[in-house]
């Protein structure tokens, strides 16, 4: 038997733009999923990973179908294999649960079946996997499961390689995670943004650029640790993606309770219309700023980010 950890992410700048070739940012969290693979007589699943309620349930043709395409890209019979799944990364919509899965499996798989795979190969697997889950994934989530820290990612055109630069950044950033207990479709969601590009070209333009700019302040801000220019820029990512039509209800009450109660910026995080929101919080303000979400009916949790990326254990 051999044993894989993964941390899930936070896309904390670019969600959507980065499908059309704009950088985003991306962080790991201290939730991991952890993953034992074992080889056996006949297939098996057992998924123990802590889930927001029909969260499994919801995922679990697009499960069967990420291991299978993972499988095939190691040129292995998933029919021998017995596949464990637990940890404390608590699945939900916007935390890279997929992505932290897939980069485990295709960890502990490698180990388990002595594939030699490097970090780059893994990553590989895990994109292939995370196919399963949505269609055309841009590899931001696996990409940050496998490296950890803080990830800098720009998507190739079509079938070159993606820029995975991790970045050097020592900045520990404190983060409240609301959670609208909605889990969000990532293909319906990323279909109606194309749609919306597709006919409004220009608007959608003029917001892909602004962003741009953003993108570009959040790398130098968050190397050099100006946290309230970086929340100043979650606040603007936040209203582009509120733009594009991705926010509701949920994520737009925990947002302003964020900012009301003394976050240093919040957004959107992820696929939106439902799943998370991220606050940017200090020692002096994290405690209120969860509890101000609690307050609303959400669920709120307290992580740092810039994690380790997977590894294998014992
Ligand atoms: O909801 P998540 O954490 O899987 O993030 C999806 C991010 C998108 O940019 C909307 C899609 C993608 O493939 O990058």
Request: aromatic share 6%; hydrophobic share 40%.
């Amino acid at each position: 038997m051999a044993k894989a950890s993964a941390p899930g992410k936070l896309i904390l700048f670019g969600e959507h733009f980065v499908v059309y070739g704009l950088p985003a940012i991306a962080a790991a969290v201290e939730g991991r999923t952890l993953a034992e693979v074992t080889k056996a007589d006949k297939y098996s699943l057992v998924d123990n990973r802590p889930e927001t309620p029909g969260y499994k349930k919801e995922k679990r043709g697009q499960q069967q179908e990420s291991i299978n395409l993972m499988f095939k890209a190691m040129r292995l019979e998933p029919s021998n294999v017995r596949i464990s799944l637990g940890g404390d990364l608590v699945l939900a919509s916007g935390v890279g649960a997929s992505g932290a899965s897939c980069a485990a499996i295709a960890a502990a798989a490698n180990a388990e079946f002595r594939l030699g795979l490097g970090r780059e190969r893994i990553n590989d697997v895990a994109y292939e996997g995370e196919k399963g889950y949505h269609g055309t994934p841009s590899g931001i989530d696996n990409s940050c499961s496998t490296y950890g820290g803080f990830i800098w990612f720009k998507k190739g055109a079509s079938g070159a390689k993606s820029e995975i630069g991790p970045m050097d950044s020592k900045a520990k950033l404190s983060i409240v995670v609301g959670n609208t207990g909605i889990t969000s479709n990532t293909t319906k969601v990323v279909g109606e943004v194309k749609q919306l590009k597709e006919g409004e070209p220009a608007r959608f333009q003029m917001t892909a650029d602004e962003y741009l700019s953003i993108s570009g302040e959040a790398k130098a801000a968050i190397d050099r640790k100006d946290l309230s220019k970086i929340g100043d820029l979650m606040n603007r990512n936040h209203a582009l993606l509120r733009d594009i039509g991705v926010s509701c209800k949920e994520l737009e009450e925990m947002v302003d309770a964020a900012l009301d109660a003394g976050a240093i910026g919040a957004k959107l995080t992820g696929t939106g219309r439902g799943g998370l929101m991220i606050a940017l919080v200090t020692e002096e303000t994290v405690e209120k700023v969860a509890s101000a979400i609690r307050k609303k009916g959400y669920k709120a949790e307290i992580t740092g980010i810039g994690a380790e990326g997977v590894k294998v254990i014992g």
